[in-house]
Structures are given as C-alpha cells and as structure tokens.
C-alpha cells in the first residue's frame, strides 16, 4: 500500500528544490558514440575506472552497456556503487539510476513501486530528471496507479527547470487530459521548449505544426529544418517527414531522389510510413529505379508493421497479377485487412464490397 502522504511529499519537494544550490542536469547517459573509426571514446575500463571514484555517469553507461559488451564482474560493480550511493549516502542522482534499474528489470528483478519511491526522493531533492521519470510512472500507471494530476505536478517541475523531455511529456499529458480541447498554443509552446532543449521527438511535432499550419501559421520552410535535426538524431519518423518535404516540394526545393533516400532511412529503421512511400516511388520508378518487386516487398514490411493501407497497396499489386497468377488470390485476405483497419478503398474492393467498419464504441 502506497502512503497516504504522498501530496505532502509533492508540496515538500516543490520546496526543497527551491533551495538546492547545484540542481543535478543532464541527459541519461548511453553508450558513448563511436568515433570515426568505430572505436568508442572512452573503453569499459576507462569507465570502471571513473565509476570506482563514484562519477555516477560513468556507473550507469556501464549498466546501460550490458553484459554482452563489458564484463559481468564490472556490471556488478557498477550496480553496487550505485547502490550504496543511494541506499547508504543518498545521492539523488544514483538514487535516479537505481530507480531506472529496478523499473527496467533486466540486470536485477523488477520493482517499479520501489523506482517510482527512488524516483520522487530524487525530484524532492532536487533531481530534475528524477522529477521526469516519477511524473511518466504516474501518468502511465508503471508500479503506481495512474494520477494524471500527480504526474502533471511533476511534470511541471521537470520542465520548470529546462529537463527537454518532461516538457514533451507534459505536451502530450495535456493533450491526453484535454483531446481536442487542449489549449493548442500551450502544447505548441511546451513542444518548443523541448525541442530548444534538443529533444528530437518534439522537434519532428514542432515541425509537422508548422507545417499543418493549424495551431501555428504554416511554414514548412521552418518545418524541413527541425525534421532534419529530429532525423540526425536517429528518429526515423522525422526522416520520412522530410522525405514528403523534398517529394512535394514543400519549404525545401523538390528531390525525389533525395525523398527517397529519406524514405529508405525511415525504413531500415522500421518505420512503416518510410517503407510505404519508399514502395510508391519503387512501384512508379520516382527518384529511384522502378522495380515492382521491391515495391512488393517495401509493402509487405509495411503491412507487417500493422500500417494498414500498404496492405491495400500490396493487394493492389497483387490483384492485378504483378506478383505472379499464383499470387493473385492473396489479394482479397490483403483487403480484408485493410479494411477492418478501416482503409475505405479496401472495403470497395472486396467481393462483395463491404462497409467500412464502424469505430467501435
């Protein structure tokens, strides 16, 4: 049973990080990034090294790491260096990766009610990222039952002291809350932030903003930019983004070779959208060499990762025997598909025609 103070303790913590002097900053560490040659940075032993005088980033990239590339002995003792700093010294910031550990479950077994505790001990004491990682548990209900007004408070405090990803959180809260009464300009503006912060994922949603052009006025010039910022980071939505961009020329000058580099990108990183349009421009030989077959393919990945109109586009080619006779008959259980995700063409093409399925209620 979770105690019943836990308001008081959100209060006390607005208090107390209001007189901490050195607020602990910073993105969660991952595996340093290779260098030109592929080699990393700093080696595992460098960081167990830096982890044994308590630098507590250098303890959480080795956790982060694995045992398939540093030794188990070296995990272990990372894991313990940051556990004595939480448990016996009370460093917020071990106490944030302690937390992170038991809510992931993979190196010891989970307890997500003991991280969501680890994780508001860490906001209160000034810990913003801990401020972050409590409000997400609260607002997804992980280990604790869900309390969108507990998650909003922590939220809130996240993004008061510039932690880029409570401020995206905090977006997509009030957007959860409120649908489509949420005050739009507010979201725009908590996106912003996160974004001038080098949050990726609320770059690629500032940029499909100014590009609708519904909450803020269009300008898909300012779009290409932030899509190209969020794709560079490896969001591979952001990449197909910016591949519709060079595609209809939209605020950038039109390059179907460049879209479809794009599109490619999108794709090996599993992003269905990016496999589709890539099988379009495949299918009618736009900015890339024409070619059915790889259509089909690009399609069938698309439609395996549950984007239902590629299973329209692969029942298409189907349909008309551009896969072969022996393939013809796949066409229909393609459509079906489709149109119990609710594709309205796919319904027509069905024998007989079905309806488009209504929402459920």
């Known amino acids: 049973m979770r105690p019943t103070s836990l308001a008081s303790r959100v209060v006390l913590a607005t208090t107390l990080v209001a007189v901490v002097s050195t607020p602990l900053m910073g993105a969660p560490p991952s595996p340093p990034p290779a260098t030109e040659d592929g080699s990393a940075p700093f080696s595992a032993e460098d960081l167990a090294v830096q982890c044994r005088l308590h630098i507590l980033d250098a303890c959480a990239v080795l956790v982060s790491l694995g045992p398939e590339r540093v030794e188990r002995r070296v995990i272990s003792e990372a894991l313990a260096v940051l556990g004595r700093d939480c448990e016996e010294r009370h460093v917020p910031r071990a106490c944030l990766y302690e937390g992170r550990i038991l809510a992931k479950g993979e190196l010891v077994p989970a307890n997500r009610q003991r991280a969501v505790d680890l994780f508001e001990e860490s906001c209160a004491a000034g810990c913003w990222e801990a401020c972050l990682d409590a409000g997400y548990a609260w607002r997804k209900g992980l280990g604790v039952q869900a309390d969108p007004r507990l998650a909003k408070r922590l939220l ?34 908590l996106l912003v932030k996160a974004c001038d912060g080098d949050d990726p994922v609320a770059c690629w949603a500032v ?13 898909p010039e300012r779009s290409a930019p932030l899509f190209e910022r969020a794709c560079g980071r ?7 983004s910016l591949g519709y961009l060079y595609e209809k020329g939209r605020g950038v000058v039109a390059d179907a070779k460049r879209a479809a580099e794009l599109y490619e990108t999108a794709c090996d990183a599993d992003d269905a959208g990016g496999c589709r ?51 013809v008959r796949w066409a229909q259980g393609l459509f079906d598909t489709a149109c119990l995700d609710g594709v309205k063409a796919a319904c027509a093409e069905l024998t007989p025609p079905a309806e488009k399925p209504s929402p459920a209620p």
């Open 156 to 189: 809130e405090m996240a993004c008061a002291h510039d932690v880029p990803m409570g401020c995206r959180e905090l977006a997509v809260l009030l957007r959860e809350q409120a649908g489509d009464d949420a005050d739009a300009a507010a979201v725009h503006g």
């Open 207 to 219: 940029g499909l903003d100014l590009l609708e052009g519904k909450v803020v006025p269009a300008a």
């Open 234 to 240: 490896g969001l591979a939505a952001a990449c197909r």
């Open 277 to 327: 349009n890539l099988g379009l421009a495949r299918e009618a030989g736009r900015g890339v060499e024409q070619s059915v077959e790889e259509a089909a393919r690009l399609y069938e990945k698309a439609c395996g990762l549950h984007l239902a109109v590629a299973c329209y586009n692969l029942g298409k080619l189907a349909q008309r025997g551009a896969l072969g006779e022996e393939r």
